[in-house]
């Protein structure tokens, strides 16, 4: 579930982003605390081995080490690197976000569009909206491990009242080497057809706004579908990982307290924890991990998109709207600013 | 309420921006003070600490300390984590800004396509008009702290006329375990087509023009719900947040003026006060404080959205343009350049 | 004015660029000299006082007083804070461009879809059409300068002829608190539609284009509005504007020219004038001067916008288009590839 | 084909990335394996060289340059350039694959707007299907090598069965010394008017949707020819390439080990195999073959979009929605929630 | 013309890019070389002048002062100013590439929606389609040198075919102080106004979706226009121009190499030849080059766009789609895949 905490924000006060320091849900610390442990016992592993099992020469030779990969550790230009390919992910993600597809622009038009009152009426409004969100669900199988867990196979997409057994018997029938997401907008297509020559539809207009409308639905599906089929380039992601991985590994070296007797330069202070370089680790990781959680926002983090409960909402919202709200209106009063 | 300063820079003058920095509205020293004097504190008893109660070697340590920590504080790159950061919390206030929902487009469609000027007539577009502006309130009430104070409860709503009784019965009547923001647009179009059907709107081109304005507000109103719901993730803020402190935790000791005598390179003055670090402490903290004013623009900072205030000029204003603007022309008569 | 200057770029040329160097209008010299003038005046003063009045002691701490500032001015992180600051106001300032309202789109449509060239036909066209420029004409009141000294008050608008007294005085009559620009939009819409009924605008389908188009241009009125209302945090200007200001007046004690006897490292040579540092002033200030030109470009910069020409323009050509143009068609001929 | 590898991270676990870099297929290995080999050999040789050919003084004539190499291979800003470069061609690559071509909106429409089950209904409607994805197959085969290697004349074209016979006989009479993918449109356009005027298309709001839909379908397909078409300057690229190729001719030579001996700074430590060098060979290296890959998305990389594939998908699939699928509707069904 | 090496790259291969190293159209080295013998030749001078001219203490002089160009050299922020500025130049220069005027759409429409193939049709058909393309001529002429060229006056464009004498004539004869490229846009939508009172256009619908496009069409004019005239501030382009030469000058006597018998840190080498100094020439001019080249692309560069070129195709090709081929559609057959 998406972590929020713009409520705590709200006003800039005394501090104001500290409180954000101390979450556990979502936190760097959750994400982190595996590798940090696994990256302070390597640390202290060294260090034993280096302050006590190293003979004298072999000390000289692993200073000497240690100060060559402190000097090449700085070369790294993880900063940058970082900064570029975060940036990255963070549009995508936000992008994929604002492509979730919700299903409320069609309802209302469905809704006031689609005439009658009787169960004929009722059943086109209830098989429009469906088709709509049965499309989004099979797009979400696609791209979200949560869903896909939730609906393994098309036995439970009909099992959840998304599709009746008959259309599922048809779609089964359509003979294609292709994903077959696009075919119940085929339907909502026909059918809207249909509901206009039978007069549910009143003209071409509203005929034609509807149809629009789906197809702006059909345009975040298939950018979502997008998102997922073509990602970021395997190759730059690993640039980066190879990066930020080489950065700790020369830290795990060339980070260590010297024997402050060999008078290395800036090695005259042995505080047996690297503070500093600890706290490296949590900027640089934690920025990495920014993009490990939004590079596939359909998964089971913290902080990635609800998909299950967004397509609970869509189904319960959409079938409301058009059926027991359609043409339900609240009495019409003067407001208490009349005149 | 948003610092305006844009008059004061029309014009690119003598040392232009330098009156910028002498106003306190919103500005860097008001919103920093408090942090400033903590900060300043804790320096100075550090100093005294150091100067007048350690002993000896105990200054040769903190020395040594103070010379480690000045290295590290170089490293950590709170420039460049800043400058990504606050671009990306940049982006996010202005692109919510423009995703304010305005209800001038649909008044002007309402007031010019919505027919009558008698009572039915009235009724119709000021309904019309409420339900638009309803929305946005409920809106603004889950994404802003200061209108969630206004109306903390639904009574609040029904009391300042935003909804009348029976529709809020209505409302609460609607079984949905989900957010209800978009019930008064459902009433919207129905409405419309119910105002269709008696030929108060004149066709399915007039209907649709309005549906269309309808759900482009819808759009709006969802966006900036979004925005609120799914924020920056937590750990990028936390990386910032724990680069930039350690970055001051480390100038703390590291910027401390050093006994000159002890030779120490680059550290052969001594000027009790830091003046560069704590500019630089401006500096960062400025930044920071950009992204903790930005990261929700609807709470009651100085540069917040003052969304109380549009919520009282949207509904005044558009119940008077589509009641008693309504085919209420000014005569026509031939302007000056005439011939 | 704007400052054009692509006709002379056109080619990428020998040294292409250094021709704009020496140009002076909208140009970094004028920009900048004054502030050039109190830099180097301070640096001279402050070098003069360096080389004949401090005494000896006073020059040695003089001098480390200036190594200590020129080791903290390059930590200065000018280059960056001013990169990203820049790029965000250059951004803004595009926009702003690009959503300058251009009654072109409306006077196409006004002129091919009202019908009449009757006297009453004319009066709608030319009324509609200064009911469009009436608007950005109020909109650019508010946010330029230059057209606010132009029309200070409501009286010059109307002794200009973009409203009637008659419209004035409805103008005056309604009961508001808010701003009232969209007002002229409100008749607009009302009169197209009474257009619509008595036959001069033939459908709903022209009279909804109409209102579309009129909806397009509202937007970008507002938009414009939106930009000068909320402006870039002023915190963020600050903390931009404090490390230029910072960093220029630790140059103008650690750019000193040192006591090359003293053998202090890196100045054993004395040049008097510090022309790097110079150039640095040119670069940085030039930087923070193309933030300040362009953070309001309705001013009267040298290239700011040229809104009161665009408000008789728009005027001019709007009124040439919908009544003397509308259906004076030249006789069709076949061109010269016919056939 | 496509690398997708975003069910991989779907959740941000235990060193979530590492295991991306274990994959070949579109990795930085496989891209890369040959020029490694490559530095890697000149690299030995020129140790080789140093170490057992040269003549003392040769050897510290080599030592100095060395050194030399070294301090200039740090200056050269490589980071920066590739981090804006690659910023560019990523950001063009995404709109590149946004502009793909999908015919899936035209057949939704065609499928519910041209009537008629009879097999001239049917010839109408696989017809208009037939001219969309005879565009983007013309548009491909300029753009992409795999497609014009398949379809390398005509011939292949019509025989592919995406134009008749006789219909290449009217395109190859059409005298333009210009490309002409457009032809099909126009056919397109005159085809559904004619269709409007049998009666098939309703009225002019399904024809114009019809229209708008073919405009969009156009719009895509030119900007695809556009990216092809004007590519990034090439002098930015050749910048960048040069940058890149120039670090790396330093570390050659910078990055050897030098006698230790010498007591040259920083040259204490021999370890024959420059671990960090070659770790940088990779970022760069790896980051430049980002934007090789990128650069031109219709090639044969692992990671190129698989155009032959889309051809195939697009007129099956869209063959199959407007022909077999028209008002072939399932059964409406009361859904399981009903009441 | 446009220098098109996409399909160079289309794989990424074995140092995929060095090719693109040799190439001379459209090049760095093209673009360079003669800057680059400027550059080299002054080096060179000063060299010499300082290796046989000066006398000792002259030398001494001398180095001290290239020790010190050299050391404020590097502090000159070159790759961070072209870094942003460039990214600014390419973004402009690639949104007035999307936004060249097409009249693709246009002619698909006119070709279909204005009927009749006698002899009036045809007329109105071409003399819509010529407006188009007289509106982007005369747009072209104010902004493209080349176009300018070739069109010098007005008895140009009549002459060329664009405009009749008769229609020259009411242009010439419309009383504006401003630009009037507007005007034929005027007379289109007169045109089509009358040619949907003749019936030749069908109805509303029609009429209002050519109006729409060709309001598209002037949005394109108008911004080509718009980035002509408003372009990149002065100020900054001299502030870039400014760092990358004063870097230069600083180079011809930082980089010199210096008697290698002094002493001096880092010049105990003496190579002749800089050959990192004039590889940053190549980097740091190049880069400057591809805005040199990029910020008025419609001159005569190697990559500027082909204005002449696009003008000839749009008519050539938008007057056979809505003359010669209007209404000659290919027989329908039954494709391939037919059952």
Redesign the interface.
């Known amino acids: 579930m998406?972590?929020?905490?713009?409520?705590k924000?709200?006003?800039?006060t005394?501090?104001?982003?500290?409180r954000?320091?101390l979450?556990w849900k979502?936190?760097?610390y959750k994400?982190l605390y595996?590798?940090f442990i696994?990256f302070a016992t390597l640390y202290t592993a060294i260090s034993v081995l280096y302050r006590f099992f190293l003979t004298g020469s072999q000390k000289r030779?692993f200073e000497?080490?240690s100060?060559?990969?402190d000097?090449?550790a700085?070369?790294?230009?993880v900063?940058?690197?970082l900064?570029?390919y975060?940036?990255?992910v963070?549009n995508r993600w936000w992008n994929q976000?604002?492509n979730l597809p919700?299903p409320?622009?069609l309802?209302?038009?469905i809704?006031?569009?689609v005439q009658g009152r009787d169960e004929y009426g009722r059943?086109?409004r209830?098989?429009l909206m469906?088709y709509v969100n049965l499309t989004s669900l099979l797009i979400f199988r696609s791209?979200s491990?949560a869903v896909y867990k939730r609906f393994p196979t098309m036995d439970h997409v009909v099992g959840a009242?998304f599709m009746?057994r008959?259309?599922r018997?048809?779609f089964d029938d359509?003979?294609?080497?292709?994903l077959k997401y696009?075919?119940p907008?085929?339907?909502?297509?026909?059918?809207?057809?249909?509901a206009r020559k039978e007069g549910r539809i009143?003209?071409?207009?509203?005929?034609?706004?509807l149809?629009?409308?789906?197809?702006k639905y059909?345009?975040w599906c298939?950018?979502l579908f997008?998102y997922?089929?073509?990602?970021?380039?395997?190759?730059?992601?690993?640039?980066v990982?190879?990066?930020v991985?080489?950065f700790f590994f020369?830290c795990l070296i060339g980070r260590q307290f010297l024997d402050t007797d060999q008078g290395y330069q800036?090695h005259?202070?042995d505080?047996y924890i690297p503070i500093?370089t600890l706290?490296?680790f949590?900027?640089y990781a934690?920025?990495?991990?920014?993009a490990?959680?939004?590079?596939?926002p359909?998964?089971?983090?913290d902080?990635?998109?609800e998909t299950n409960w967004c397509i609970d909402?869509n189904?319960?919202?959409s079938?409301?709207?058009v059926d027991?709200?359609?043409?339900?209106?609240?009495?019409?009063?003067?407001?208490?600013?009349?005149n």
């Open positions: 998406t972590v929020t905490y713009s409520s924000v709200a006003n800039a005394f501090f104001g982003f500290h954000l320091l979450k979502g936190s760097i994400l595996r590798e696994v030779f000497k080490l100060i060559y990969c000097k090449y700085e070369q790294i230009p900063t940058f690197v900064g570029f975060v940036t990255l963070v976000f604002v919700w409320d622009r309802m209302f038009l809704s006031s569009c059943l086109i209830r098989t469906r791209v491990t009242g009746t008959y259309e018997k048809i359509l003979k294609s080497p292709h696009w075919v907008f085929v339907w909502f297509g026909n059918l809207a057809s249909k009143r003209d071409s207009v509203d005929l034609q706004t149809l629009n409308e789906m197809n059909r345009s298939s950018l997008g997922d089929w073509v990602g970021i380039p395997l190759v730059y992601t690993q640039v990982t190879l990066a991985y080489t020369a800036g005259d202070l505080l500093f706290l490296q949590f900027f934690g920025w990495l991990k920014v490990e959680q939004l590079i596939n359909f998964g089971e983090d902080d990635d998109f909402r189904l319960q919202v079938l409301l709207a027991e709200m359609h043409m339900n209106l609240p009495r019409m009063e003067k407001d208490i600013y009349w």
